[in-house]
Every structure is written in structure tokens, then in C-alpha cells.
């Protein structure tokens, strides 16, 4: 049995101009202890999913259908006292620029503790300390160090604090928003590495969301491409890398920089931002796509299975054409 089971999701916000439509009918499962990445450019509903997931919506969004399957219950009919017990405790956020959160004036181990105590208030004091000193051990930041204030810690040390409070309470899903946003290169290899090793030693779920496919990539054995609130392609890494189907997920992949394709890198000519409007129809992809065909533009597009685990919501014969491009 899946971990996750999210079927037809919709979640909308309203604006002046009507019902915004932030993510479309996206479906997927997640299994327990397996890494699962997003990676799209921003606006396309990456985030907006994890703030659902965590039921921290803004008071302008709503989910407009669909629901989220999570250990025998619905998330979308949850109570905000029922997302209490579950915020935190089963599910857990690494949020976006989370380094900037911390409690500038509390030591770092009383923010980490508070964590702990929000969910588990009968904890006993040594059973306490000895729960913080194992989570300062496992993001390896010195015991030493515990008692600093976060303007004492370096960047990297506040994200790894941030992911100590994440795993605080053992929660089976983890959510990473853009965790290494800001961070040097260097450090960013460091804390990519230390959430896989966490996440595979904890065996959790973990939801990695990211603008950059390569990053997804080296964490992540699945993934989802999303463009305009959609879900457009999803396959294993492998699948997705060696073989991308969606005209989207080709430009992607063809306009990422690295010193072996410096010759061959194909800068996007994205025209227009997708139509999210609740009236909006046909293919969101088709304004940029060189592939585009009438029927794209007058239909609906469908998913075309590639494999057991790899499909690609497109024209079939988009794909087919795309393919032997």
C-alpha cells in the first residue's frame, strides 16, 4: 500500500480576475521510504502542493477536487485541530529559505526542543536530551554547538538545524522545498547528500521540490515534471533523463549547462506563460511547443503510457514525432 495516494488533485486561488487554477487534476503515489522529486520552473505548482500536503494553504487558496491519501485517511477532510497532530509529527516540511526561520533570540537546541514537545509534551527530560543530542549528531553540527544562537551559525549549519527539527519527530513523510536555496555549491553537495543518507537510514518519504533536474536527480530515484499546474511527464530518473517524451521536458533537459554540453545547449524560446484561468483549454504547453499540431491546440491532452513507470501527458503523436526527432 502506497504512503501517498494523491488522485485528481485541483487546488485554486482566487484573484480579481476569477479562480486561478495553481495545480490541475495531478495524480501520483509515493511509496513508503522512496524519494520522489517535482522540478519545474517557478509558478508551475510545485510549492503549492507541498503547502497542501501540510495543510498551510493562504486563506485565497482552495482544493477544488481530488483527494490525498495518507496513512488510512483523506488530508482534504482534515480539521485544522487534525492537522495539528499530523503537522510536524507524521508529515514534516523543509521549507523554502527555511535558514531565515529560526528564532533569532532562542538557542538553537531550545528551537529544536520545542519541536519535539509540540507533539510529544510527556517526554521526559533525559529521554528529551538525549532525542536532541542524537539529532545534532545526525546533521552532524557539534554537540558543542548545540547552545549557540543561530546568528552564530553558518548557512549551512542553520539548514542542517532546520532538517534536524524536520526529522524531530520521526514523521513518515518528509517535504523539501528548494532546501539548499542560497547555499554555495559546495555546501549545497554536502546537504543534498546528508537528506539522501537521512532518508534512506530513517527509510521515510520524502517529496523533493526543486527548479533544477539535476539536483532532483541525484537525490531522487523517481520524478514529476510539472509545467502550468500540471503533472506533464513522470518516470524513474533514469527513464526521464535517458528518454524525455514531453516537448517540455526536452527543453528542460536541452537548456541545462554543464561543461560537457556547452556546444549543444538549447536556449528556450518560451513565448508566453500558460492560460491557469479556470477557462482555460487544450494544450498549456502548446504556445511554446515546436511540436504543436492542430489537434493540440483544439484537444485535450491525454497520457500516453511509455512503460510501467514512465508516461507523458501529450498528443500521441506529438510524442511519436518528438521521439524520432
Known amino acids: 500500500m502506497a504512503l501517498l495516494s494523491i488522485k485528481n488533485l485541483s487546488i485554486g486561488y482566487q484573484t480579481k480576475e476569477g479562480i486561478l487554477k495553481a495545480v490541475d487534476d495531478i495524480s501520483f503515489e ?20 507541498g503547502m497542501t500536503l501540510m495543510g498551510l494553504l493562504p486563506d485565497n487558496a ?24 499530523v503537522r510536524g509529527k507524521e508529515i514534516a516540511m523543509i521549507f523554502q529559505a527555511a535558514m531565515n526561520a529560526l528564532n533569532p533570540v532562542m538557542r538553537v537546541d531550545e528551537q529544536v526542543i520545542e519541536a519535539i514537545v509540540t ?39 542553520k539548514q ?6 524536520a526529522l524531530a519527530c520521526n514523521p513518515q513523510l518528509i517535504i523539501a522545498d528548494e532546501p539548499t536555496t542560497a547555499l554555495d555549491v559546495i555546501v549545497q553537495d554536502q546537504i543534498l547528500k546528508e537528506i539522501k543518507i537521512i532518508q534512506q537510514a530513517m527509510n521515510t518519504g520524502l517529496i ?36 524525455p517524451r514531453h516537448p517540455y521536458t526536452k527543453t528542460l533537459l536541452g537548456s541545462y549547462l554543464s561543461l560537457d554540453n556547452q556546444a549543444s545547449v538549447i536556449i528556450p524560446d518560451m ?26 491546440k483544439a484537444g485535450i491532452p491525454h497520457w500516453v503510457s511509455l512503460s510501467k513507470t514512465h ?15
Open 30 to 49: 509515493l511509496e513508503k521510504g522512496r524519494p520522489l522529486g517535482f522540478v519545474g520552473e517557478s509558478g508551475c505548482g510545485k510549492t503549492t502542493i
Open 62 to 85: 482552495q482544493i477544488l477536487g481530488g483527494s490525498i491519501g495518507f496513512l488510512n485517511k483523506d488530508l482534504t477532510q482534515l480539521t485544522e485541530d487534525q492537522w495539528r497532530k
Open 119 to 157: 507533539h510529544q509534551s510527556d517526554i521526559s527530560p533525559n529521554d528529551l536530551d538525549k532525542r536532541v543530542r542524537e539529532l545534532f549528531d545526525l546533521v552532524e553540527i557539534p554537540r558543542a554547538r548545540m547552545k549557540d544562537f543561530p546568528h552564530e551559525y553558518s548557512g549551512g549549519m
Open 160 to 165: 542542517r538545524v532546520i532538517i534536524a527539527m
Open 208 to 243: 523533493f521540490i526543486s527548479h533544477d533536474i539535476a539536483v532532483v536527480a541525484s537525490v531522487c530515484e523517481d520524478i514529476c515534471v510539472m509545467y502550468g499546474g500540471q503533472i506533464v511527464e513522470m518516470g524513474t530518473c533514469e527513464e526521464v533523463f535517458s528518454s
Open 271 to 296: 513565448r508566453e506563460a500558460p492560460d491557469l484561468t479556470l477557462k482555460s483549454g487544450g494544450c498549456r504547453f502548446a504556445v511554446n511547443c515546436k511540436s504543436c499540431s492542430s489537434d493540440c
Open 311 to 325: 508516461r507523458a501527458l501529450c498528443c500521441e503523436e506529438t510524442i511519436t514525432r518528438k521521439a524520432n526527432e
